[in-house]
């Protein structure tokens, strides 16, 4: 059991385009954390846990993560002892819904670039997520090791791409097939990786840097706007780092710079106001449920960013969802290797709530049930599909397989007002296989999917009578989503619009709130 209770915490993410280095920096980041002892060790151990369900397999061919988890570890700052709770986002864009969800419950993220490729479409997308969030973003320019690309380069993508001011906290000498080293700015060391060390090569003011690099160095230096904590973590202005994940260099800078700069957990919208982690009571969202995480025991876990009080084991919360209140016996924290039974937790942890599906996505728990947060939407999906079951028989597990997938995020279901093949949505091609693979090997269902006449779909909203009368006229572009909630099915994304201006009563709208 775990308590740490008075510790300073700092709850970020990793983004980057897939091979950028996220699963190697992450191992580096809990080896430097003291979560794990042996490199290599979230591979083998993720190995491991893909063998066990055959969706997770997909995974392991296509040598990607879909599916998000937290990871806690330890470090002393400075004297200080702080939690860095790390929050796994899958790298693949087809889960990028999940991945924004992800981001609603971290402070910051660190966003990894490789030296060589620079930044890729994918990446910004998750960059204008972060912005959206107002998440600020440390970078690190991975695999220095290798042969890269002009380092001026990549820090004027960043400042042009993504309009955001770059401020070099190192530099790396000769780049381009003639690597030498990285200086550190802040204490002058200049060292090279070796094997899975440093090795010291100088101090700057020592040793001066070689001359051919020495201009570089300064103009990287002086040309390029200086640190200030304010607009880093305002989101406009990012620290960058170059390291190699790999040889496990400038893994420490970067921990040091989460510690240093990384905000501490920050106030959450709800509604009007916001609410600050010293807020008199117990509060969280749920931003991820994830189903038959152990085969063995059909159970849910639903993900619950704490953003206030001191949570107490077995203390009593109320879902927003639900109404009334449900003690929290078994609470879990997350570690690189294992999960513990959470004595208490602070705001800023993430905390494993295993339930029978009484918990959502979206929900609000509090203690007095009078908060609720806001801003985790829905996105209105880009790929839908007829499901056809191949065995007629399975009709209810159909349901229930489609309700749980849609409520992990994994899809969105329509339950179309007339006829009864269902429709599901989503926003990449790679959810798909997924959901066909998990109806078999979790829930026993063969399905198969078919093209739907649909193209899209939205929300609709507005007065009783309108909706009615729309209804009326439209029922055969009608569904229900999960919720009950009403969605017209649109052909075209024109047949959208079409309908937006004959009815401007009503809005169509292509997110939710959840
Ligand atoms: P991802 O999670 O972002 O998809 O990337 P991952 O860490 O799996 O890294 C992708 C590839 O890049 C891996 O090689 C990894 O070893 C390599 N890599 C990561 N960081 C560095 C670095 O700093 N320097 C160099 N030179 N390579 C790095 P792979 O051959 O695809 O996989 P593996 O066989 O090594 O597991």
Redesign the pocket.
Known sequence: MTSRSGNARRTFAII??????????TEKLLLQGGAIHLAGEV?ARGAARRARSDWMKIEQQR???VTSSVMTFEKEYEGETITFNLLDTP?HEDFSEDTYRTLTAVDSAIM?IDAAKGIEPQTRKLFEVCRLRSVPIITFV?????EGRDPFETLDEVADMLALDVSPQSWPIGMGGQFEGIIDFASGDIARPEGGSKEFLGKRDQDPVPEQWAEQVELAQIGYPEFDLDAYRNGDLTPVYF?????NFGVEELIDAIARFAPPPRPQPAGNEQIAPSHDEVTGFIFKVQANMDPNHRDRIAFMRQVSGTFKRGMKLTPSGLGKPIAIHSPILFFAQDREIADTAEAGDIIGIPNHGTLRVGDTLSEKNQVRFTGLPNFAPEILRRVVLKDPTKTKQLRKALDDLSEEGVIQVFYPEIGGQWIIGVVGQLQLDVLVSRLSAEYKVEAGLEASPFATARWIKGDTNALNQFENFNRANLAKDRDGDLVFMARSPWDVNYQQEKNPELTFSATKER
């Open positions: 980057s385009h897939p091979d950028a280095g996220k699963t190697t920096l591979k040598g990607i993560s790298g990894v991975n695999k220095v090791d290798r390291g190699s994940a790999l040889k």
